[in-house]
């Protein structure tokens, strides 16, 4: 059983979910037979099970009940982590400027050890400067007061801690030239951004890759993308794809798989790291 203090409120109740879905198909009960056990129906199981929803205690000793679990041993640690499910995250300080699809993504992102990912159109959040950051809300939120951009940049901000934890977060990124072709906040900002760059990109947790416009078109035209691996290894990898009010999560192993294989052909046909940092310092220096 994972320890509560190891992953955020986001990962417990995932791993809570696969517990009880396990259990639920070694007892051979179904969704709908579950559902009606504990006043809801089969959509609220599936909620449960895949960690979409923070548990109530009540709802969890039923269906443990329901599934044969009934020795205090068994049924106390998981218990526990339901209980700690309702504790929030510290991104929910941030609830007033958060999308709540989104908030979802930063609680896997905060329990995550390795995030491999895919960047189209800007610069990939975890790498960003404060004034890059500025320019992105700016530009896609041009009615945003002033007070509620701050908040934004802050939170963006506050999520690059994974890199710098003790031990960090594993993060690789392959994002495309056309998001440092594209100016962002103006020239001071994009000089700032690619030195950041340059120096972050030392880091040994971090790998960043360019895909470079002439190799045209490439295995993950469809779009940005994120891939999410965990030290727990009750939490399945789970691929991220956002969209503009929305986000899709998906965990289902064939289609992670996909996003693997992508993602690997990508790093091939990208630059490597070295060429990547060449790059990165030819655009600063014509900037």
């Known amino acids: 059983m994972t320890s509560p203090d190891a992953v955020g409120p986001t990962a417990r109740r995932i791993v809570v979910g696969a517990h009880l879905r396990r259990l639920r198909e070694a007892a051979a009960v179904s969704r709908e037979d579950a559902g009606y056990h504990v006043r809801g129906s089969a959509s609220k199981i599936s909620r449960m099970e895949l960690g979409r929803v923070s548990f109530k205690e009540r709802d969890v000793a039923d269906l443990l009940t329901l599934y044969g679990v009934v020795d205090a041993s068994q049924r106390e640690p998981l218990l526990s982590l339901a209980r700690d499910t309702r504790s929030d995250g510290w991104w929910h300080r941030y609830d007033d400027v958060l999308e709540s699809w989104f908030g979802t993504y930063v609680g896997l992102e905060e329990a995550a050890s390795t995030i491999r990912a895919y960047q189209v159109q800007f610069v990939p959040g975890l790498l960003q400067t404060a004034d890059y950051t500025r320019g992105v809300v700016v530009s896609g939120l041009p009615d945003t007061p002033s007070a509620e951009v701050d908040r934004r940049v802050k939170l963006r901000l506050e999520r690059q801690r994974i890199l710098e934890r003790t031990p960090p977060a594993t993060y690789w990124v392959v994002m495309d030239e056309a998001a440092l072709r594209r100016p962002v906040g103006g020239r001071a900002a994009m000089q700032g951004q690619l030195k950041h760059l340059l120096e972050v990109g030392e880091r040994p947790n971090i790998t960043i890759q360019v895909m470079p416009l002439r190799r045209g078109t490439h295995t993950a035209d469809g779009g940005a993308f994120s891939m999410l691996r965990f030290a727990d290894p009750d939490i399945p990898d789970i691929v991220y ?37 060449d790059f990165f310092a030819k655009l600063l220096k014509a900037a």
Do not use: C, F, G, I
């Open 241 to 277: 794809v956002e969209q503009l009010v929305s986000a899709l999560y998906l965990d289902k192993p064939e289609h992670v798989e996909r996003y693997r294989q992508a993602m690997e052909r990508l790093t091939v046909a990208a630059l490597s790291p070295a060429e990547t940092r």
